[in-house]
T-cell receptor, first 114, second 111 residues
């Protein structure tokens, strides 16, 4: 399984500001994913990020609010723009396993917007 | 649409078996998964099963799949206090990379 790290691990931000979350993998992966886990809720897929192409967003998520970069096969960023308290969540990145059958998750970034 | 449901809470005594249940609606799922989330941590993949299998055993974990009823279960034998966590089932949607996650079952193990 891949080793995935995220930065920051947690943050407290002011309304109207933006935060960029980094996801680093210890091996090259084709598919990376960003999820949101709102307090007490399950995980919802925000977007799929392929290296060298634009991210594919799920219904209810737009690029202006959640711009994503995927500059190489081991790294991705998710920006939460113009934040409001409703954006308070855990944001997790995941990668497709080498077997193509699984996804492995990072430790998450816990975001609180005041 | 796709939907995955789980009961919210389960409490068991240390040493007993735990059974966490999950129902799903999408019959085209390829794989079904169980993830564990401990407090303040990300998701840890515990085990998964291909949709044409009925059962998979991995040490203390047994996964049962009833495809006809779209029912998935995870049995943890000899449950320990370290097993206390939230358990999510998830299904992968055929032809996509998308996973649909259940609501999570919070397992509490009593000493």
């Amino acid at each position: 399984s891949a080793v995935i790290s995220q930065k920051p691990s947690r943050d407290i931000c002011q309304r109207g500001t933006s935060l960029t979350i980094q996801c680093q993998v210890d091996s090259q992966v084709t598919m990376m994913f960003w999820y949101r886990q709102q307090p007490g809720q399950s995980l919802t897929l925000i977007a799929t990020a392929n290296q060298g192409s634009e991210a594919t967003y799920e219904s209810g998520f737009v690029i202006d609010k959640f711009p994503i970069s995927r500059p190489n096969l081991t790294f991705s960023t998710l920006t939460v723009s113009n934040m409001s308290p409703e954006d308070s969540s855990i944001y997790l990145c995941s990668v497709e396993g080498a077997d193509g059958e699984t996804q492995y998750f990072g430790p998450g970034t816990r975001l609180l917007v005041l | 649409g796709e939907d995955v449901e789980q009961s919210l809470f389960l409490s068991v005594r240390e040493g007993d078996s735990s059974v966490i249940n999950c129902t799903y609606t999408d019959s085209s799922s390829t794989y079904l998964y169980w993830y564990k989330q401990e407090p303040g941590a990300g998701l840890q993949l515990l085990t998964y099963i291909f949709s044409n299998m009925d059962m998979k055993q991995d040490q203390r974990l047994t996964v049962l799949l009833n495809k006809k009823d779209k029912h998935l279960s995870l049995r943890i034998a000899d449950t320990q206090t370290g097993d206390s966590a939230i358990y999510f089932c998830a299904e992968s949607i055929r032809g996509t990379y998308k996973y649909i996650f259940g609501t999570g079952t919070r397992l509490k193990v009593l000493a």
